[in-house]
């Protein structure tokens, strides 16, 4: 029998909105956009969004950037 505070250090399982959610209203900001904005506007969001999110996995520490640069700069370096 699993323990019920075993999945709360679990940081995927944290206390933000489900992943389908956001998806969901993502999605619907997107089709909104597209529908009402045009293509260029539906691009911008799109990029936006795609950055938020990128910024948000390096704010929580899912992302390195300092490997993912020092990576990059030992392959320049061959």
């Known amino acids: 029998m699993r323990d ?5 250090a679990d940081p995927a399982h944290g206390t933000g909105p489900p ?10 900001v997107l089709g909104l956009t ?3 904005g ?3 506007a539906f691009l911008l969001v799109l990029v936006l969004g795609a950055a938020g999110f990128l910024g948000g996995r390096v ?3 899912d992302i390195d ?6 990576g990059r700069q030992r392959w320049g370096r061959r």
Do not use: C, I, K
């Open 4 to 8: 019920r505070a075993e999945g709360a």
């Open 19 to 28: 992943w389908s959610l956001a998806g969901l209203a993502f999605g619907a």
């Open 38 to 40: 045009g293509f260029g």
């Open 59 to 61: 704010y929580e520490g």
């Open 65 to 70: 950037l300092a490997a993912l640069f020092a």
């Open 34 to 36: 597209a529908a009402f």
